[in-house]
């Protein structure tokens, strides 16, 4: 029988990890990372460009997201389905919460409150801390459930 | 809900990795189910049943 996918073996030091399989679920997610971060350095170096230029550079990041997306979706069909329920769970805990938090951020910039320099709501790199950190508690407390 | 799995597995001498590994599901899932703080899915239960021989409901109850 096919042996189900296990999230031990995407996280470091528990004794399952195994690095070929975190490179194959979190690879997008670098290059996402990679042009995110050249893509910061590009706009800010050329302010001159055009707005087509420079809106099609800050989405790019969004393309390699959508594969790792994707990526996500088909491990998590691998997994068993105690696994699975969990992972959902988390992701649910960390999609709601990251719209509460960014809408929560919104409200107060549109009312002139910053809070730690974010004067237009999350952004993309905060929003995906957030979403990751949301995902890793959520996770933590479906996991306690079933221990 | 209530279940014999531990007592079956126990009767046959498999560790919860080996039951685990037949069912094609993480251990966890085992352990989770042996503590009734998960009820398997129905094709998860029928696997069970099918493995060990027995009527679901021989093995399930509520």
Known sequence: MDKPNVMEAVQPCSGQYSWKTDLRLNRWFFVAAVIWVGDLALLKQHAEWSPLLKGTLALAPLLPGLMYVWTCVRFIRGLDELQRGIQLEAFLFAAVGTVLVGAAISTLAAQGVSLGGLNHGLGMGATVMVMFTLWLVGGAIANCRYK | ?62
């Open chain 2, 1 to 62: 809900m209530k279940n014999k799995l531990r007592e079956l597995r126990a009767a046959r001498e498999w560790s919860q990795g080996d039951l685990a590994e037949k069912l094609a599901v993480s251990r966890q899932t085992i352990n989770a189910i042996e503590t009734e703080k998960y009820d398997p899915s129905l094709p998860l239960a029928l696997k069970i049943g099918k493995l060990f021989r027995l009527p679901v409901e021989e093995i399930f109850e509520t």
